[in-house]
Structure formats: C-alpha cells, structure tokens
C-alpha cells in the first residue's frame, strides 16, 4: 500500500500564498492517480485538482488560483495555492488511487494521507 504524506500547510492572509506536498511513503505514486481534496468542519469532502495524466484538473472554486505540478523522480505532487480567499480555509488531503486514471468523487481514491489545515485569514 502507498501512503500518502502532505506537508505545507499552515496560516496565510487572504490574497496571500501557500504551498502543499505530498510525498508517497511505502510505495510509490507510480501509475496511480493523485488527487488534493479538502474538507471544512460539518462539510464533505470536496475535489481541488488532480492531474488527469499530465493535463490539470481542477474545481471551479480553485481554478486560476491553484497550481497542480508533480517533481521527478522525487515522486512529490505539489499544490502552489495563490490569491487565497477566507473560504480556502480547511484540511487539504492528497490522496492516491490504485488505477493510473481516477475523476474527481473521493471514493474513486484508495489511499489518504492524514491532511494538512490551512487557514486563510484576513
């Protein structure tokens, strides 16, 4: 099994920028997909983006804000988030698949990472 870990989160101010990681531990994210999702408190968990091969997928919350990129051969996708808003506010999770290809619901994705809050503030 891969395990998932994210780094990265953290405080911003709104407008402001954060970076995320997610490194694979165990095994690898060779040919699985990998996907960033986050939730709030009382809410479900909602896709941000993944990469669908090497084309980005994103929500229409996050897109022209988010940037998806992964880093070989270190095997770490990153999530550069710019021009936060107050409503960024919560735990993001990378989570990986056991197929190469997965869309956008949580449970096309098999392995989860333990998350990573991050808070935007004005």
């Known amino acids: 099994q891969v395990q998932p870990v994210e780094s990265g989160g953290g405080f911003a101010q709104v407008g402001g920028s954060l970076r995320l990681s997610c490194r694979p531990t165990r095994r690898s994210f060779l040919n699985r997909a990998v996907a960033w999702f986050r939730q709030t408190p009382g809410n479900e968990r909602e896709f941000v983006a993944t990469l669908n091969r090497t084309t980005p997928v994103y929500a229409a919350s996050v897109k022209g804000r988010f940037a998806i990129s992964v880093l070989y051969p270190e095997d770490t996708y990153s999530l550069q988030m710019n021009r936060l808003k107050s409503e960024d506010t919560g735990v993001y999770f990378c989570?990986?698949?056991?197929?190469?290809?997965?869309?956008?619901?949580?449970?096309?994705?098999?392995?989860w990472g333990l998350g990573t809050q991050v808070t935007v503030s004005s």
């Open positions: 989570a990986a698949s056991k197929t190469p290809f997965a869309g956008v619901r949580p449970d096309e994705y098999d392995y």
